[in-house]
């Protein structure tokens, strides 16, 4: 006598079997591909004032010339520094001029503007 099991595993064989000669036929040809969406403009991002810009980059300075900018251990005082002097060693540190591994990739890694802002910003920190 048939179980309920058999006859639902027979049925299913049924549809896979009847579903066979569908998958015989010649693959459909592929879509072809959709029309390139026209590139919407992305704005530029707004300026940064420079006073601003230079708070922004010398928080990186703070983590090894401390917070304050008062300098760390053997990590000299940016505070307060003439801009101009500042501005002359993050150059020699971007030409390998003045050595340290981590300014010499902070200073290539910043434009002229980010660089003179920076200088702005500390030395006018008193």
């Known amino acids: 006598m048939p179980t309920r099991f058999g006859a ?14 569908a998958l015989a036929q010649a693959p459909a040809a592929p879509a072809a591909p959709a029309a390139p969406a026209a590139a919407a403009a992305t704005p530029a991002p707004p ?6 810009l230079g708070g922004l980059v010398a928080q990186t300075c703070g983590g090894c010339h401390g917070a304050d900018y ?3 251990g053997g990590m000299p005082t940016l505070r307060g520094r003439d ?9 020699e540190f971007r030409a390998n001029q003045r050595y340290s591994t981590v ?6 890694g910043l434009t002229e503007a980010e660089i ?4 702005t910003y500390l030395a006018a920190l008193r």
């Open 8 to 21: 639902a595993i027979a049925g299913g064989v049924f549809l896979i079997m009847a579903g066979l000669p």
């Open 47 to 52: 300026a940064i004032p420079a006073a601003q």
């Open 70 to 72: 008062k300098g760390v």
């Open 83 to 91: 801009a101009a002097e500042l501005i002359v060693a993050m150059n």
């Open 103 to 108: 300014m010499g990739r902070l200073s290539r």
């Open 116 to 119: 003179s802002a920076v200088s």
